[in-house]
Nanobody
Framework: QLQLVESGGGLVQPGGSLRLSCTAS????????MGWFRQPPGKGREFVSA????????FYADSVKGRFTISRDNAKNTLYLQMNSLKPEDTAVYYC?????????????????WGQGTQVTVSS
């Protein structure tokens, strides 16, 4: 079993930055792909970014490409999402997810474990 806990969310002004963290416990996640998803208010959950088990391959949704950076530290069992140039439309609950596979996916059905989510609000 794997437990995921997100942190780092909050309220930020447009143009600002936040870094989300997702720490895994219960079992090392060093051999699993990881992803970030988000759920805007009143909408369904959507893919944001994903990273392979080693960190050498990443993928981003078009809406965040060039502004967000995903990374991981397997020694610390931690996944990160650096979010820059934030926009009001980035407001959402952000979830990290673990896929029991070395390669990532962009569809949530392929992920096996989920965190509880952290709220990100971009507003002036």
């Amino acid at each position: 079993q794997l437990q995921l806990v997100e942190s780092g969310g909050g309220l930020v002004q447009p143009g600002g930055s936040l870094r989300l963290s997702c720490t895994a416990s219960g079992r090392t996640f060093g051999t699993y792909a990881m992803g970030w998803f988000r759920q805007p208010p009143g909408k369904g959950r959507e893919f944001v970014s994903a990273i392979s088990w080693s960190g050498d391959m990443t993928f981003y949704a078009d809406s965040v490409k060039g502004r967000f950076t995903i990374s991981r530290d397997n020694a610390k069992n931690t996944l990160y999402l650096q979010m820059n140039s934030l926009k009001p439309e980035d407001t959402a609950v952000y979830y990290c997810a673990c896929r029991q596979n070395r390669m990532f996916a962009i569809t949530e059905n392929f992920y096996d474990y989920w965190g509880q989510g952290t709220q990100v609000t971009v507003s002036s």
